[in-house]
């Protein structure tokens, strides 16, 4: 699926960070902000629209000044009294993706975007930026945040969505917290849905390096309940109430499955503790979307579920992006050639060095011929990242290619086991 996760990965390039104590500056609570991202093609705009206050803090307690992807978007919370970096995070988001389209030269729109940081202790200066696919700033906003501010709403006291753990390793402090949130499926259905993230959850530990890792995660399946079943298909003329209001079609894409109201999301998490999300749809419609650091959303009943939600899971996760690529060349002004791209497993060999040179064995042509994959598992093979020129990916197959390929290549999952060892040392 076309996604906008996008890294560069930064790991073990802090030797000269400042480690913080957690206890310093936080409380063990979430500070959800929830922004509008606005614009067109040529201008865009961050608002702040609402903080809200989560009982506990299921996020990491160390690296906190450092990031482990660029992303296409970034936050840092200083401590405004004597202006240290106290934490930062990185992102990307449906927004980024929407101003490349022709819509976005023609009309502007406003996007929800929420994100979890945690609750300082002191008053806070959080700064986010946009940035570009030449990674120049295209938006930025400062605002402060200060903890005993009576108009920070606290959710998830009262309310809780029902929900149940399928794998439960520890507590939120020392595990990755999953959640899996049920879209489209009424509250008759929720056996269905129950079983439906068993096997999400299945089809995620059968692959490395979550299968050898899997004592570093939590999942939870989060019972939140439609009015209708089933999700909407605009094409088909069929709107339906749901959870997340998530729809195919986005940006007139058939099987691009999305939301934009990333509230409900959240609305129907606050008071589970939760880092990453998966949303199953109801439906056996093919199609979904994954979006680093934002959610993964899949349909559950199409025969390629297993593979796809994993694929998906590698962007939103652990930002990886898509090797495969159209022959036709559309979609080549995705990533510019000019420019080392930020995921880890495709390269414009601008900055090759960064990528995965390291793991090349020395006789390895460059690119590297298709029909050589047997010789060369790990090589430069021309095409990725949707265009077949100019930009390369780590093997001739993977999960991040196609469904039918049934692990990660050996640059994926260097990628993910690093994402996992920065959340959980």
Known sequence: MKQICCTILLFFAFAG????????????????????????????????????????????????????????????????????TIYKTSFSS?????????????????????????????PAEVEISLYSPRKEVMARYKHLVRPDDILIH??????????????????EKDCIDVAILAEGYTDKEMDLFYQDAENACESLFSHEPFRSMKDKFNIVAVASPSTDSGVSVPRENQWKQTAVHSHFDTFYSDRYLTTSRIKSIHNALAGIP??????????????????????????????????????????????LADEYFYENDTMTDTYPLDVEPWEQNISTRVDFSSKWEDLLPADTPIPTPANKWEKFPIGVYEGGGYSAKGIYRPAHNCRMKTNEYKEFCPVCQRAIRRIIEFYVP
């Open 17 to 84: 960070s400042h480690a913080q104590d957690f206890a310093d500056y936080f409380q063990n609570k979430t500070l959800r902000v929830d922004y509008i991202f606005t614009g067109n093609a040529e201008r865009q705009n961050i608002y702040l629209d609402e903080l809200s206050q989560l009982p506990s803090w299921a996020g990491r307690q160390h690296h906190l000044s450092e990031l482990p992807l660029e992303g296409n978007g970034q936050i840092i919370v200083k401590d405004l009294a004597t202006q240290q």
């Open 94 to 122: 449906l927004f980024h993706e929407w101003l490349s389209t022709d819509e976005a030269k023609e009309t502007a729109k406003g996007f929800e975007n929420t994100f979890l940081l945690p609750f300082p202790k002191q």
């Open 154 to 171: 606290q959710r998830g006291v009262s309310h809780v969505t029902p929900h149940r753990y399928l794998l439960r390793n520890g507590n």
């Open 274 to 319: 939760y880092e990453h999300i998966i949303i199953l749809a109801n439906t056996d419609v093919y199609g979904g979307g994954g979006i680093y650091n934002s959610y993964t959303l899949t349909t559950a009943h199409h025969p390629m579920f297993k593979p796809v939600v994993v694929h998906e899971f590698g962007h939103s996760f652990a930002g």
